[in-house]
């Protein structure tokens, strides 16, 4: 606790800057767990909205998984390069696989890739980090695109070729 000019000013772990949760150690695992859960309520908030006559078809499911990836893929330029910590990773992946599956409506033993596959998703961690490049590429000028690009297969080799998946 801190006392300047008369006010009392309290020392925080973390602080919300332009809705990206920011923590005094730089690993955004609080902003990406806090970001999830505000996809999954914003994905409920929609299905309530509509009838449960039939089920959803194409076009209410891609609104469904689009506005869930918006929201969780919000300010990823600055918190992907932290995807290398397993922990951020898993809260992602995670959150991708439970919006896939209710969005599918699909069993809870479909593995992550089948379902990335049938959808056409991207697996939302190689994403968050190709926006990450992406953006780093408009930053610089004289650098090699097809070597970004080979960076982008080479994670996605690396992610299909792990026998955990």
């Known amino acids: 606790m801190f006392d300047v000019g008369g006010g009392e000013i309290t020392a925080r772990n973390s602080v919300k ?10 690993r955004y695992f ?20 509509f009838p449960k006559v039939n089920e959803p078809t194409d076009t209410a499911r891609k609104l469904y998984y689009s506005v869930w990836e918006s929201v969780a893929l919000y300010a990823a330029p600055i918190w992907a390069s932290t995807l ?3 922990k951020n990773r898993k809260i992602l992946v995670s959150a991708q696989r439970a919006a896939l ?4 409506t699909a069993y809870r033993t ?15 961690h190689i994403k968050s980090r190709h926006r990450w490049k992406k953006y780093g590429a408009k930053k610089d000028f004289g650098v090699n695109r097809q070597g970004r690009a080979y960076d982008l297969m080479e ?3 690396r992610t299909f070729h792990n026998p955990g998946n």
């Open 17 to 26: 800057y332009l809705g990206v949760l920011l923590d005094n150690v730089g």
């Open 30 to 49: 609080l902003h990406l767990k806090q970001v999830c859960d505000k996809a999954e309520r914003f994905v409920g908030a929609i299905r309530s909205s």
């Open 84 to 86: 290398g910590m397993e």
């Open 101 to 104: 599956v209710r969005t599918l």
């Open 110 to 124: 479909v593995s992550h890739g089948a379902l990335c596959v049938v959808t056409g998703r991207m697996l939302i």
């Open 155 to 157: 994670e996605l080799k």
